[in-house]
């Protein structure tokens, strides 16, 4: 969708104010938003909220709001509008329609889940990352085609190929149908690969990493196993789960950087990253890795809860570790202040000391970028490792 070899796409933003997201929880959806459409390769130029009790069926936004967008999108040479929930194939149909009064203007409609699957189309580096991701697409357009679609081959008739009477869009749909077989078929035997490959590990203890996207599990990773995994400042850096031998204190155990989650990340995604995803349900250990510079990470905690509870791996044994110390800021209130205090007013110390004081996993904060309490971090790690090690191999204890 986005063609970064060229002039960079712009987009507008779409959201909704409704009964289920306030004002200030739909402006931190379209900060991330913004971030997925950069991350793509978009420039935002502008975004739209309205206040609505539910999502309007045919259109997702009312008239009025919709005719705004569409004059300005017009007027401004926009190329995309990006919507912030799932849209219905035919809220998507409508829109499009809308958006484009006349033949000569093509301005693209997509939602989030569209923008999440073509970062990680983009992103898709191995064989294995590439049949998921093109799954999800696949089963995501299929009920999404129309007669506008020229990227699909045309099958032009022969004995057996072409039913009385199909018509192109039944031929194309029968063509994603195939093609989605075929790609379920190709991820079992990639699977049955993984599989054979996991369990050719032995009996290592397994610790994966895990957390939202982009709070550094990567850059832990290269840290700890001093490889070279890939990572930047952007979102899903990682699609691939990498596993690495790792040896503290001449304990060894396997160490998985996996996809970071999302909030509304696609049920398609979820289903297609199956296989990367046994990687955190067979670890013997998650490190949930938190962001604590960014101004929502208890949201990001519990969407990464929840998501871990979806896999069925929420009852894994855990070690909280908060990253980006050096990143963190707070606003100190003036002495005359005397609104109550919220999570934007509290220092490090402060944190420290308030709910995360009273979990009964282990909760550590560092910098791995910065090198700040890696030590300390080992250690803990160590003594997890440790303790499962002594329970599987209770003759093994001239390692430690």
Known sequence: MFDTTTKKETAVLVGLISKSQDEETLKEYLDELEFLAQTAGASVLKRYTQRLEHPDSRTFIGSGKLNDIQKYVTENGVDLVIFDDELSPAQQRNLEKAVNATP?????????????????????????????????????????????????????????????????IETDRRIVR?????????????????????????????????????VGKSTIMNMLSKSDVF???????TLDTTVRKVVIENL??????????IRKLPTTLIESFKSTLDEVREADVLVHVVDISHPNFEDQINVVNQTLTDIGAGDKQTILVFNKIDAFTFEEKEEDDLTPLNKRNLSLDQLKNSWMSKLNSPVLFISAGKKQNIEEFKKVLYENIKELHQVRYPYNKFLY
């Open 104 to 168: 000569e203007i093509k301005i693209k409609v997509v939602d989030r889940t569209r923008l999440i699957l073509d970062i990680f189309a983009a992103r898709a580096r191995t064989a294995h990352a590439k049949t998921q991701v093109e799954l999800a697409q696949s089963i995501y357009l299929l009920p999404r085609l129309t007669k506008m679609w020229s990227h699909l081959d045309r099958i032009k008739g022969g004995i057996g190929m072409k039913g009385a009477g199909e018509t192109e």
């Open 178 to 214: 195939d093609r989605i077989s075929f790609l379920k078929e190709r991820l079992k035997t990639i699977d049955k690969q993984m599989e054979t490959q996991r369990k050719s590990r032995g009996e290592m203890i397994r610790v994966a990493l895990v957390g939202y996207t982009n």
């Open 231 to 237: 990572a930047e400042n952007k979102l899903f850096a």
């Open 252 to 261: 060894p155990f396997l160490l998985s950087d996996t996809v970071g989650f």
